[in-house]
Nanobody, 123 residues
Framework: QVQLVESGGGLVQAGGSLRLSCAAS????????MGWFRQAPGKEREFVAA????????YYADSVKGRFTISRDNAKNTVHLQMNSLKPEDTAVYSC????????????????WGQGTQVTVSS
């Protein structure tokens, strides 16, 4: 099994930046693909970014492309989401998730999930 714990959420002004982190434990981190998803109140969970187990393949949602960057540090068993130029519509609970080696943009394909961290962007 994989246990995931997110951190780094908070309240920021529009145009500001936040860096989310997701610490993983339980199995070899380099073999696990990781994804970031977000869900705002009353809305469906949506894909944000994903990275393959080896880090060689990365995907971004069109809504965050050019503003967000996903990365992983296998030595520290951690994946990060650097969020720049934040907009009020980025406000949501952000969760990290894990699956097998190949990255996916679809939430149902992930089998391990963290508890989520709140990101609020003021206008």
């Amino acid at each position: 099994q994989v246990q995931l714990v997110e951190s780094g959420g908070g309240l920021v002004q529009a145009g500001g930046s936040l860096r989310l982190s997701c610490a993983a434990s339980g199995r070899t981190f380099s073999s696990v693909a990781m994804g970031w998803f977000r869900q705002a109140p009353g809305k469906e969970r949506e894909f944000v970014a994903a990275i393959s187990g080896g880090g060689g393949r990365i995907y971004y949602a069109d809504s965050v492309k050019g503003r967000f960057t996903i990365s992983r540090d296998n030595a520290k068993n951690t994946v990060h989401l650097q969020m720049n130029s934040l907009k009020p519509e980025d406000t949501a609970v952000y969760s990290c998730a894990a699956r097998s080696y190949v990255a996916s943009t679809r939430a149902p394909e992930y089998i391990y999930w963290g508890q989520g961290t709140q990101v609020t962007v003021s206008s």
